[in-house]
């Protein structure tokens, strides 16, 4: 599993011109999930997303986790996340899951995320054609993969 997680002041998602989803302060994550992909990858995920000190303490130093501030969450499928450029200029997206492993990993996904944040998760619509909307804060974007645990 791949997240590109972006620090956010304000986001939203947008399909067929109705809003479906909305957060303040939070982190907008962005989540692409591969074929190899399962439980491990999903608990790793969440403890390190949780975990993460991204957000400003008093003295403005990135001191605090997204649960010590209390902030949104708003995750997002974007298969692209495992495009491969290497062979010429077309992405080739063989590593993504196909929609019948993605939709149950990424549901299990937002399910544990919720929980352990004790609140909602804000979405997006799993394959539709989404226009996602975001105010970063900072900017603040980290890449984070399950498979590369760095």
Not at 18 to 24: F, H, L, V
Not at 40 to 46: N, T
Not at 74 to 96: D, I, M, W
């Amino acid at each position: 599993m791949r997240i590109l997680l972006q620090r956010v002041r304000e986001a939203s998602v947008t399909i067929e011109g109705t809003e479906k989803s909305r957060i303040g302060a939070g982190v907008l994550l962005f989540l692409g999930i591969e074929k190899a992909d399962g439980d491990d990858d999903i608990d790793w995920l969440v403890r390190k997303i949780l975990a993460l000190r991204i957000f400003p303490d008093e003295e403005g130093k990135m001191n605090r986790s997204l649960l010590d501030t209390g902030g949104a969450a708003l995750v997002v499928s974007q298969f692209t996340l495992h495009a491969r450029v290497k062979k010429g200029t077309r992405p080739s997206f063989e590593r993504a899951a196909p929609p019948d492993l993605a939709i149950p990993l990424y549901e299990k996904f937002v399910e544990r995320l919720g929980q352990q944040m004790e609140q909602e998760i804000a979405t997006g619509e799993f394959g539709a054609m989404m226009d996602v909307q975001l105010v970063n804060d900072g900017p603040v974007t980290i890449w984070i993969d399950s498979k590369n645990r760095e």
